[in-house]
């Protein structure tokens, strides 16, 4: 099994930024897939951005593309989710999630998942 503990989020200005942290415990993920999901109030859970067991693809929602970024360091176990110029349409439960594959987009294929961070833009 897979732990996976998100930090990181609270409530940010428009235009601000934030960079959110998912430590996996358990067994290893550094030979998986990692994403960061988001869901807002009322509204279904959709991808933000993936990234592949050695952080050597990454793909991104278009609504993020240029102002977030995913890496991870699989020495430290860990996932981080750069948020630059935030906008309120941002705001959500941000949610890390490990797959078993080593690369995929489909968020079927994420199996555990975090508790979630939430992620508050004013504006």
């Known amino acids: 099994q897979v732990q996976l503990v998100e930090s990181g989020g609270g409530l940010v200005q428009a235009g601000g930024s934030l960079r959110l942290s998912c430590a996996a415990s358990g067994r290893t993920v550094s030979n998986r897939a990692m994403g960061w999901f988001r869901q807002a109030p009322g509204k279904d859970r959709e991808l933000v951005a993936v990234i592949n067991w050695n952080g050597g693809n990454t793909y991104y929602a278009d609504s993020v593309k240029g102002r977030f970024t995913i890496s991870r360091d699989n020495a430290k176990n860990t996932m981080y989710l750069q948020m630059n110029d935030l906008k309120p349409e941002d705001t959500a439960v941000y949610f890390c999630?490990?797959?078993?594959?080593?690369?995929?987009?489909?968020?079927?294929?994420?199996?555990?998942w975090g508790q979630g961070t939430q992620v508050t833009v004013s504006s």
């Open positions: 999630a490990a797959s078993t594959l080593f690369t995929t987009i489909d968020p079927k294929r994420y199996d555990f």
